[in-house]
């Protein structure tokens, strides 16, 4: 534990120390922020989209659900570095001859950019004041959502991780990582509609934004946890395999 | 780390004991599941379609395996990889598919539970040991053994991933922390989804169409309607959830919406089945009308000129072009029907038959017009032989007569008559008295030149004989010139009596030159009537072959012929077909956008998204009565409501709704008689009682000069909404289907205002007898509703208007201490630009309340009503003494004007407010003095009262917004006048709600006053600075914030 536990500082003090993630962490805010403030008064469309707007009712789910959406291209970008760039600078030969295994290097990264994380989800709290200054959200509806955005947000890491398991090259890391997480997180909400039975089904259960939809409403689902859970674990495992397969191959 | 190199010579790695055996294995599972497979396929019966083509792919998918396993027993290593993720993929698949069996799910491949277990096991264990037989196989130490355990242990952590999430999807565990309960089932609808026992499917299909104009707005409205869609569909999760016999499906995208629709398609031809038969009967015989339309067509214009029939109406032109339009009709009508069955999922049929109904009946019409045309016009030229020479006789006798006159005085150029000027003008003036008589005699005679028969007369009328110019027939033209001799006859009469010698000399040369142009102009009628009766007797043998044809019944020919044998029957059909019923309205509820479809059994029931997503009301006394676009979810209310009416045969309770009539007095004709209605008759609640019906209570009516009808099984009459009257024209039966033990709700209608009439007994009111009858069912047990509202001044004895009175005071103040003061009108102004002083908006006749009050029963009554489109026209104040309620009656304000709305009071004089409404006086104020009530105002009560040995206890409402509940209000739009004309507003559909919830409430069921939305803490008022400083401080300050700080520490990093 306390090599995964210093791994994470390691890591977490890497991705402080990264301009993407500044920039990644300054663009996930910005959309929220957009989603949240209704436009100026030169915006002519529709306010119901949005959150802070006078007279609606007073709810945060907009905002954890837009998170959500943000998500699957924020966490393919703070992950892509994780393993390719080891891999790509020759450091990884280093790590894996050191004395820790690959499931502990693997863990250690995924606390170090969770750690990031959950610094991302915390600066989020700036709407949380603002709508407690403006109005009374349901305290269900952000306890609940915060932990919805939790698990996707580990589920989605896990992914990328994976993902930046694949290649040296962090672009196409990220790409890939982008694309498996589209795969949960994107294309089976828009595929289940227009899917036969039983594989509108099937779409519809690996839609991790309808998980997310459940937390954001103060829902708790314990299919929602084992499912963010399990894709977490099995995405750390495969990332483990990955890792331990540049020993023999 | 001890990694051999193997790369040289893949095939000598492999153990070749352990490949030889799983190859054999291989070969022998690949080459029996062929051949049961090629069994099943050659037997027929064996397989169903689609299984057949799943064996035949299994069939060649074994094959390959099959021909793999030969591989590797040649002892090709590749083939053992090959085989290895095969088999390893079939066992994964064998294990999801025992679990989902184990969960709840059928058995794999359809089989029997025996072959099932069979089956699974073989499909587990054989693949998993020939896996683990290929990895053994494979030395120690090397890549491909690394590789094969790697790939088997991905494998199995993605089955126990699968398999897990299968058993939490099986059991799971679910908490709402949201603290309103905003985004589940109400506990009300979560009773009501429990009780459905049958199985039931609700689908939604939000359609997200939109008719706006821009892309924006198009974009705006497709999002809109997808998170809508999104949070119905949450919802029918949440039915789902609390009663798994209900099924919920999105049918939203195209491929479930045409399965949802070939479903309905399927239980509608059911129903209309006949229609249909019919509609296609009359589709196959259209092709063969346009044919023969286009032949007659062409035959009538081909009709020669000088032919009789032409040449006097033109007719056969006219008849090819109203067949030409006729066509024309037949052919838009038969694509618009075409069109409609080839693109419509759920045809409507019954709507689709009407219209072709319809255009086939504009043909038929135009046959019969012909048919009764010709034979009008056969009628002349007889008639025109027989009254001839009569009508030339007169004619000769009027002319002669003109003529004899005119030589008393001469021609114009002839030398001046001899004798005194008096004499001469005394003789003209008795003949031109005698030329006028003939000549009205000559127009007369040539007026019956066609009979007796108007139609007839009409005809010839239209002929071009008879019309000697533009405007005159030849009788009108007769009748002129009888006029005209008539005026010079008056002349000469005043000549006679006033003028002296010279003028009468004078006169008599004046007058020689009109005397001669009468004589001219009736010499000319005369000629040209004689040409016409003659043209009128004269008909071609072309015209002759057409009477004759429509003598027979078929002056169009071939058409006529297809009409009478083959047309007629049809649409004779199209008469007895059955009145479609409720469902008939299918098709059409079906074509809205966005809503939600139950099947239940072979019932269906529609939501509309005005039902789940009803518009938001503007707030009470808000300047602008402009719509608002918001729209708030009401699919809790609204799905319950559809369920409880689906699932209940039983009703609760039955309301009746008890009217006052007006007998027809002694001697008067009852179609004469239109005796004074109550401002809220029976005929005008059809909006409620169709929401009581759904509500589940049964609707009946009650004239309160009958008993009160039994609610028994009785045989001597039953009487209810399905098959019972609807106005008050029709006096209900003395018994309704009901149970006897079924509670009674008496929904009371306002009596007619008494009128006095000089010289009539008094009409309207409420009789001692009515009253009566009222208070006894209430004392017995019956619970009731008082609707009221305000009503104009009453004309009193002399004619002098008298304050309105509300009939049912004398028992409400007698019996509950309550009073509705219908003389008094609740109006809703605007602050004027004086303080204190206010202006009529242009909605002031109506209030737009829904703040009902905090009260206990207000509390279950109305709260679900509150943020909801209610509007209250002519809404009057219910007023009591809350300390000297008679017989321990409690009561309580539902809906209250509240005494800080000061630009809402109660009006006392209602018809000088209207005349300036119409003045536009400006500002007006509060008149306490004349009687004006000031808030707060109790616009509707609920009262109690204990029972006693002498009567039950009872419970009871009274509005004085009753008005608001009439058809005019729930399912019409409001109009008012803005400055920018005549304006509308959406019906205020939830207005019947109040009453349903009552009726809830009175009997006892307050379970099923539905929960409605609910109201939540809205975000606060920001100025519009505010908001656009909160904007650049979020979107741009915080993302720079978050830019600045990592530069900082990026910077630190370096320095440091």
Same mark, same amino acid.
């Given at each position: 534990m306390g090599k995964i536990w210093t791994l994470a500082r390691r890591e977490l003090a890497g991705t402080f120390f990264s301009p993407l993630a500044w920039v990644v962490g300054a663009l996930f805010l910005c959309a929220c922020a957009f989603k949240f403030c209704p436009p100026p008064a030169f915006w002519s469309g529709s306010r119901d989209a949005f959150i802070l707007v006078p007279h609606q009712q007073a709810s945060l789910r907009g905002l954890f659900e837009m998170m959500g959406v943000a998500m699957v291209v924020a966490a393919p970008l703070l992950t892509m570095r994780l393993v390719a760039e080891e891999v790509r600078s020759g450091t990884v030969e280093t790590l894996v001859t050191a004395p820790i295994t690959d499931a502990q290097i693997i863990l250690g990264k995924f606390a170090g950019v969770m750690g990031f994380y959950m610094a991302l989800l915390a600066s989020t709290v700036v709407f949380l004041v603002l709508m407690l200054i403006f109005a009374t959200p349901d305290a269900g509806v952000v306890i609940m959502g915060y932990l919805g955005m939790l698990l996707l947000g580990a589920a989605f890491l896990a992914a990328g991780l994976f993902a930046s398991t694949l290649t040296r090259y962090q672009l196409l890391a990220a790409v890939i990582g982008i694309g498996v997480v589209s795969l949960l997180g994107i294309f089976p909400g828009r595929l289940a509609p227009h899917l036969p039975a039983p594989l509108n089904q099937v779409a519809a259960n690996l839609n991790a934004q309808a998980y997310l939809r459940d937390f954001a409403r103060g829902m708790f689902d314990s299919r929602g946890l084992i499912y963010f859970l399990s894709l977490t674990a099995g995405f750390l495992f495969l990332s483990v395999k990955m890792l331990e397969s540049k020993r023999w191959r | 780390m001890a990694i051999s190199n193997e790369s040289r010579a893949p095939e000598m790695t492999l153990d070749r004991r352990l490949s030889m055996a799983a190859a054999v294995a291989t070969l022998a599972l690949a080459v029996g599941t062929m051949v049961t497979l090629a069994v099943l396929l050659v037997r027929a019966d064996a397989l169903a379609g689609s299984q057949q083509i799943i064996a035949v792919v299994w069939f060649a998918f074994m094959g390959a395996v099959g021909v793999t396993g030969a591989y590797l027993l040649a002892g090709r290593r590749t083939a053992a990889f090959f085989l290895m993720v095969v088999w390893l993929v079939i066992a994964a698949s064998a294990v999801l598919a025992a679990f989902h069996w184990l969960l709840g799910g059928g058995v794999p491949l359809g089989l029997s539970v025996g072959w099932g277990i069979a089956v699974v096991l073989l499909a587990i264990l054989v693949p998993a040991a020939i896996v683990a037989v290929l990895v053994a196989a494979v030395p120690d130490g090397t890549r491909s053994r690394y590789g094969s355990l790697v790939g088997v242990s991905v494998v199995s952590v993605v089955v126990v991933v699968a398999v897990v999430n299968m058993i939490s999807f099986a059991n799971p565990v679910q908490q709402d922390f949201e603290q309103l309960g905003r985004f589940g089932l109400s506990q009300r609808a979560r009773d009501i989804v429990r009780q459905v026992e049958e199985p039931m499917t609700i689908s939604t299909v939000y359609t997200a169409a939109t008719s706006a104009a821009s892309t924006d707005e198009a974009r705006t409205a497709k999002a809109d309607a997808e998170a809508r869609l999104q949070r119905v569909n949450e919802l029918l999760v949440e039915v789902h959830r609390a009663n798994p016999r209900i099924e919920v499906a999105d049918a939203s995208g195209e491929a479930a919406r045409a399965l949802l629709m070939a479903r309905l398609r399927e239980r509608q031809q059911g129903r209309t089945g006949q229609h249909q038969a019919l509609l296609d009967q009359l589709l196959a015989v259209v092709e063969e009308l346009k044919q023969a339309v286009d032949a007659e067509q062409a035959a009538w214009k081909a009709i020669a000129d000088d032919s009789f029939v032409a040449a006097q109406w033109d007719f056969g032109a006219t008849v090819a072009d109203t067949l030409a339009q006729a066509a024309g009709s037949l052919q838009q009508t038969d694509r618009v029907v075409r069109d409609q069955l080839a693109a419509s999922p759920l045809p409507d049929y019954v709507a689709l038959l009407d219209q072709m109904t319809r255009a086939i009946d504009t043909v038929r019409s135009v046959n019969d017009a012909v048919a009764q045309r010709l034979e009008q016009m056969a009628a002349i030229p007889p008639a025109a032989r027989e009254n001839a020479p009569a009508a030339t006789d007169a004619l000769a006798r009027a002319t002669r007569a003109v003529t004899e006159a005119r030589t008393i005085v001469g021609k114009p150029d002839a030398p001046d008559p001899a004798g005194e000027p008096a004499e001469i003008i005394q003789r003209l003036t008795d003949a031109v008295g005698q030329a006028a008589v003939r000549m009205r005699e000559a127009a007369t005679e040539l007026d019956n030149v066609a009979g007796d028969d108007p139609d007839v007369r009409s005809v010839l009328a239209a002929s071009r004989a008879w019309?000697?110019?533009?405007?005159?027939t030849l009788p009108d033209r007769l009748s002129l010139i009888a006029r005209q001799i008539e005026d010079l006859r008056a002349r000469l009469a005043v000549m006679l009596q006033d003028a002296n010698e010279a003028a009468l000399k004078r006169e008599v040369a004046d007058i020689r030159q009109p005397l001669d142009e009468i004589v001219t102009l009736a010499q000319s009628t005369r000629s040209t009537a004689a040409e016409s009766l003659q043209a009128l007797q004269n008909v071609d043998a072309a015209s002759k072959r057409l009477f004759a044809s429509a003598e027979d019944g078929k002056p169009l020919g071939r058409l006529s012929a297809l009409l009478t044998d083959r047309v007629n029957r049809l649409l004779d059909k199209t008469e007895t077909l059955e009145a479609p019923t409720e469902e008939g309205k299918l098709p059409a509820e079906l074509s809205q956008e966005n809503i939600i479809v139950i099947e239940a059994g072979e019932t269906i029931k529609v939501l509309s998204y005005e039902d789940v997503w009803p518009p938001y009301v503007a707030a009470a006394g808000g300047p602008d009565t402009e719509e608002d676009t918001r729209r708030f979810f009401n699919g809790d209310a609204a799905l319950a409501s559809a369920l409880l009416d689906l699932t209940h045969d039983e009703p609760f309770a039955r309301v009746l709704l008890a009217y006052t009539k007006i007998p027809t007095p002694p001697g008067v004709s009852p179609m004469q008689f239109n005796p004074p209605t109550g401002p809220i008759p029976p005929r005008a609640l059809t909006e409620l009682r169709q929401r009581l019906k759904e509500a589940n209570f049964s609707v009946a009516e009650w004239n309160l000069a009958e008993p009160m009808p039994r609610a028994d099984t009785g045989e001597d009459g039953a009487e209810t909404d399905e098959a019972g009257p609807v106005g008050p024209d029709t006096d209900g039966e $003395?018994?309704?289907?009901?149970? $006897?033990?079924l509670p009674t709700v008496l929904l009371v209608l306002p009596p007619a205002p008494q009128v006095m009439m000089r010289g009539a007994p008094p009409m309207g009111g409420l009789s001692d007898e009515q009253l009566g009858r009222v208070r006894q069912a209430i004392d017995d047990g019956a619970s009731a509703i008082f609707l009221a509202q305000q009503l104009p001044p009453r004309r009193g004895p002399m004619g002098m208007p008298m304050p309105s009175r509300y009939g049912w005071n004398r028992y409400l103040e007698d019996d509950w201490g309550l009073s509705v003061e219908v003389d008094k009108w609740v109006i809703e102004t605007v602050p004027g630009e004086t303080l204190g002083q206010y202006r009529l908006g242009p909605t002031f006749y109506f209030l737009r309340m829904s703040g009902f009050g905090s009260g206990e029963v207000a509390e279950r009554v109305g709260k679900p009503l509150r943020g909801r489109r209610l509007f209250w026209p002519y809404a009057c104040p219910v007023t009591w003494d809350g300390e000297s309620l008679p017989g321990g009656v409690q009561a309580e304000p539902l809906l209250e004007v509240p005494e800080t709305d000061k630009h809402i009071w109660a009006v006392a004089d209602a018809q000088g407010l209207s005349e300036r409404f119409r003045q536009g006086r400006d500002e007006i104020a509060p008149d306490v003095d004349n009687g004006d009530l000031l808030p707060p105002i109790t616009l509707a009560v609920a009262a109690t009262r204990p029972g006693d040995a002498d009567r039950a206890a009872a419970r009871l409402m009274v509005l004085g917004i009753g008005g608001g509940m009439t058809d005019g209000v729930v399912s019409s739009p409001m109009m008012y006048m803005s400055d920018r004309g005549l304006r509308t507003l959406e019906p205020a559909r939830a207005n019947p709600e109040l009453i349903v919830n009552g009726c809830y409430w009175l009997i006892g069921r307050e379970q099923y006053i539905l929960a409605g939305p609910l109201t939540v803490q809205p975000v606060a008022p920001i100025s519009q600075d505010t908001q656009s400083a909160l904007w650049i401080i979020c979107v741009i300050g915080l993302p720079l914030v978050v830019l600045a700080a990592g530069g900082l520490v990026l910077t630190l990093r370096r320095r440091g």
């Amino acid at each position: 534990m306390g090599k995964i536990w210093t791994l994470a500082r390691r890591e977490l003090a890497g991705t402080f120390f990264s301009p993407l993630a500044w920039v990644v962490g300054a663009l996930f805010l910005c959309a929220c922020a957009f989603k949240f403030c209704p436009p100026p008064a030169f915006w002519s469309g529709s306010r119901d989209a949005f959150i802070l707007v006078p007279h609606q009712q007073a709810s945060l789910r907009g905002l954890f659900e837009m998170m959500g959406v943000a998500m699957v291209v924020a966490a393919p970008l703070l992950t892509m570095r994780l393993v390719a760039e080891e891999v790509r600078s020759g450091t990884v030969e280093t790590l894996v001859t050191a004395p820790i295994t690959d499931a502990q290097i693997i863990l250690g990264k995924f606390a170090g950019v969770m750690g990031f994380y959950m610094a991302l989800l915390a600066s989020t709290v700036v709407f949380l004041v603002l709508m407690l200054i403006f109005a009374t959200p349901d305290a269900g509806v952000v306890i609940m959502g915060y932990l919805g955005m939790l698990l996707l947000g580990a589920a989605f890491l896990a992914a990328g991780l994976f993902a930046s398991t694949l290649t040296r090259y962090q672009l196409l890391a990220a790409v890939i990582g982008i694309g498996v997480v589209s795969l949960l997180g994107i294309f089976p909400g828009r595929l289940a509609p227009h899917l036969p039975a039983p594989l509108n089904q099937v779409a519809a259960n690996l839609n991790a934004q309808a998980y997310l939809r459940d937390f954001a409403r103060g829902m708790f689902d314990s299919r929602g946890l084992i499912y963010f859970l399990s894709l977490t674990a099995g995405f750390l495992f495969l990332s483990v395999k990955m890792l331990e397969s540049k020993r023999w191959r | 780390m001890a990694i051999s190199n193997e790369s040289r010579a893949p095939e000598m790695t492999l153990d070749r004991r352990l490949s030889m055996a799983a190859a054999v294995a291989t070969l022998a599972l690949a080459v029996g599941t062929m051949v049961t497979l090629a069994v099943l396929l050659v037997r027929a019966d064996a397989l169903a379609g689609s299984q057949q083509i799943i064996a035949v792919v299994w069939f060649a998918f074994m094959g390959a395996v099959g021909v793999t396993g030969a591989y590797l027993l040649a002892g090709r290593r590749t083939a053992a990889f090959f085989l290895m993720v095969v088999w390893l993929v079939i066992a994964a698949s064998a294990v999801l598919a025992a679990f989902h069996w184990l969960l709840g799910g059928g058995v794999p491949l359809g089989l029997s539970v025996g072959w099932g277990i069979a089956v699974v096991l073989l499909a587990i264990l054989v693949p998993a040991a020939i896996v683990a037989v290929l990895v053994a196989a494979v030395p120690d130490g090397t890549r491909s053994r690394y590789g094969s355990l790697v790939g088997v242990s991905v494998v199995s952590v993605v089955v126990v991933v699968a398999v897990v999430n299968m058993i939490s999807f099986a059991n799971p565990v679910q908490q709402d922390f949201e603290q309103l309960g905003r985004f589940g089932l109400s506990q009300r609808a979560r009773d009501i989804v429990r009780q459905v026992e049958e199985p039931m499917t609700i689908s939604t299909v939000y359609t997200a169409a939109t008719s706006a104009a821009s892309t924006d707005e198009a974009r705006t409205a497709k999002a809109d309607a997808e998170a809508r869609l999104q949070r119905v569909n949450e919802l029918l999760v949440e039915v789902h959830r609390a009663n798994p016999r209900i099924e919920v499906a999105d049918a939203s995208g195209e491929a479930a919406r045409a399965l949802l629709m070939a479903r309905l398609r399927e239980r509608q031809q059911g129903r209309t089945g006949q229609h249909q038969a019919l509609l296609d009967q009359l589709l196959a015989v259209v092709e063969e009308l346009k044919q023969a339309v286009d032949a007659e067509q062409a035959a009538w214009k081909a009709i020669a000129d000088d032919s009789f029939v032409a040449a006097q109406w033109d007719f056969g032109a006219t008849v090819a072009d109203t067949l030409a339009q006729a066509a024309g009709s037949l052919q838009q009508t038969d694509r618009v029907v075409r069109d409609q069955l080839a693109a419509s999922p759920l045809p409507d049929y019954v709507a689709l038959l009407d219209q072709m109904t319809r255009a086939i009946d504009t043909v038929r019409s135009v046959n019969d017009a012909v048919a009764q045309r010709l034979e009008q016009m056969a009628a002349i030229p007889p008639a025109a032989r027989e009254n001839a020479p009569a009508a030339t006789d007169a004619l000769a006798r009027a002319t002669r007569a003109v003529t004899e006159a005119r030589t008393i005085v001469g021609k114009p150029d002839a030398p001046d008559p001899a004798g005194e000027p008096a004499e001469i003008i005394q003789r003209l003036t008795d003949a031109v008295g005698q030329a006028a008589v003939r000549m009205r005699e000559a127009a007369t005679e040539l007026d019956n030149v066609a009979g007796d028969d108007p139609d007839v007369r009409s005809v010839l009328a239209a002929s071009r004989a008879w019309r000697t110019d533009f405007r005159l027939t030849l009788p009108d033209r007769l009748s002129l010139i009888a006029r005209q001799i008539e005026d010079l006859r008056a002349r000469l009469a005043v000549m006679l009596q006033d003028a002296n010698e010279a003028a009468l000399k004078r006169e008599v040369a004046d007058i020689r030159q009109p005397l001669d142009e009468i004589v001219t102009l009736a010499q000319s009628t005369r000629s040209t009537a004689a040409e016409s009766l003659q043209a009128l007797q004269n008909v071609d043998a072309a015209s002759k072959r057409l009477f004759a044809s429509a003598e027979d019944g078929k002056p169009l020919g071939r058409l006529s012929a297809l009409l009478t044998d083959r047309v007629n029957r049809l649409l004779d059909k199209t008469e007895t077909l059955e009145a479609p019923t409720e469902e008939g309205k299918l098709p059409a509820e079906l074509s809205q956008e966005n809503i939600i479809v139950i099947e239940a059994g072979e019932t269906i029931k529609v939501l509309s998204y005005e039902d789940v997503w009803p518009p938001y009301v503007a707030a009470a006394g808000g300047p602008d009565t402009e719509e608002d676009t918001r729209r708030f979810f009401n699919g809790d209310a609204a799905l319950a409501s559809a369920l409880l009416d689906l699932t209940h045969d039983e009703p609760f309770a039955r309301v009746l709704l008890a009217y006052t009539k007006i007998p027809t007095p002694p001697g008067v004709s009852p179609m004469q008689f239109n005796p004074p209605t109550g401002p809220i008759p029976p005929r005008a609640l059809t909006e409620l009682r169709q929401r009581l019906k759904e509500a589940n209570f049964s609707v009946a009516e009650w004239n309160l000069a009958e008993p009160m009808p039994r609610a028994d099984t009785g045989e001597d009459g039953a009487e209810t909404d399905e098959a019972g009257p609807v106005g008050p024209d029709t006096d209900g039966e $003395p018994a309704t289907k009901d149970k $006897p033990d079924l509670p009674t709700v008496l929904l009371v209608l306002p009596p007619a205002p008494q009128v006095m009439m000089r010289g009539a007994p008094p009409m309207g009111g409420l009789s001692d007898e009515q009253l009566g009858r009222v208070r006894q069912a209430i004392d017995d047990g019956a619970s009731a509703i008082f609707l009221a509202q305000q009503l104009p001044p009453r004309r009193g004895p002399m004619g002098m208007p008298m304050p309105s009175r509300y009939g049912w005071n004398r028992y409400l103040e007698d019996d509950w201490g309550l009073s509705v003061e219908v003389d008094k009108w609740v109006i809703e102004t605007v602050p004027g630009e004086t303080l204190g002083q206010y202006r009529l908006g242009p909605t002031f006749y109506f209030l737009r309340m829904s703040g009902f009050g905090s009260g206990e029963v207000a509390e279950r009554v109305g709260k679900p009503l509150r943020g909801r489109r209610l509007f209250w026209p002519y809404a009057c104040p219910v007023t009591w003494d809350g300390e000297s309620l008679p017989g321990g009656v409690q009561a309580e304000p539902l809906l209250e004007v509240p005494e800080t709305d000061k630009h809402i009071w109660a009006v006392a004089d209602a018809q000088g407010l209207s005349e300036r409404f119409r003045q536009g006086r400006d500002e007006i104020a509060p008149d306490v003095d004349n009687g004006d009530l000031l808030p707060p105002i109790t616009l509707a009560v609920a009262a109690t009262r204990p029972g006693d040995a002498d009567r039950a206890a009872a419970r009871l409402m009274v509005l004085g917004i009753g008005g608001g509940m009439t058809d005019g209000v729930v399912s019409s739009p409001m109009m008012y006048m803005s400055d920018r004309g005549l304006r509308t507003l959406e019906p205020a559909r939830a207005n019947p709600e109040l009453i349903v919830n009552g009726c809830y409430w009175l009997i006892g069921r307050e379970q099923y006053i539905l929960a409605g939305p609910l109201t939540v803490q809205p975000v606060a008022p920001i100025s519009q600075d505010t908001q656009s400083a909160l904007w650049i401080i979020c979107v741009i300050g915080l993302p720079l914030v978050v830019l600045a700080a990592g530069g900082l520490v990026l910077t630190l990093r370096r320095r440091g």
